[in-house]
């Protein structure tokens, strides 16, 4: 899982979650009877410092 950020963005975990919420609903529905491991990586382009607090875990 890959996004790209151009901006900093309080909210980025929490959009992240939704993606691996939502990859992990649709994958019993495709057919696969176990979970794939998930990685998020973001990427961060943008002019200011990203400087948005992360949780830990």
Do not use: C, W
């Not at 151009?6 to 176990?34: F, N, T």
């Amino acid at each position: 899982m890959v996004e790209h950020q151009s901006r900093p963005e309080k909210l980025m975990a929490s959009r992240l979650l939704r993606y691996r919420v939502a990859a992990i609903q649709r994958h019993p529905e495709q057919g696969h009877k176990q979970f794939p491991v998930m990685i998020p990586l973001l990427f961060y382009h943008g002019a200011p410092q990203f400087t948005v607090t992360l949780p830990a875990g």
